[in-house]
């Protein structure tokens, strides 16, 4: 089952993720927003949820939470792999 606030980070340019961040507390009226990745876009999940926090909504958002875990799954070689995971809630400030 999915979010419908969700962002799911990947290889769009970086400001489309803060955008819709940012878009999904104004415009949406979200309460709560996750911002998940996978991999190597951990990194880049952090970075979106910061600038959204500090330079966009400036003292309007917080984080809430942050859930970290890791699959195991068969690669296209037959290999087991792992991969790790982030979910960062935002939520918005009273």
């Given at each position: 089952m999915t979010n419908d606030n969700s962002i799911?980070?990947?290889?769009?340019?970086?400001?489309?993720?803060?955008?819709g961040v940012v878009m999904q507390f104004t415009t949406k009226?979200?309460?709560e927003v996750i911002v998940?990745?996978?991999g190597k876009f951990i990194s880049r999940a952090v970075?979106?949820?910061?600038?959204?926090?500090k330079r966009f909504l400036d003292n309007?958002?917080?984080?809430?939470?942050i859930q970290?875990?890791?699959e195991e799954f068969e690669n296209k070689e037959g290999k087991?792999?792992?991969v790790s995971n982030i979910e960062i809630t935002l939520i918005k400030k009273d």
């Open positions: 799911f980070i990947g290889n769009k340019p970086f400001m489309n993720y803060v955008t009226g979200a309460n998940k990745a996978r970075d979106v949820s910061e600038v959204a926090r309007a958002i917080d984080v809430k939470d970290i875990d890791s087991q792999v792992r």
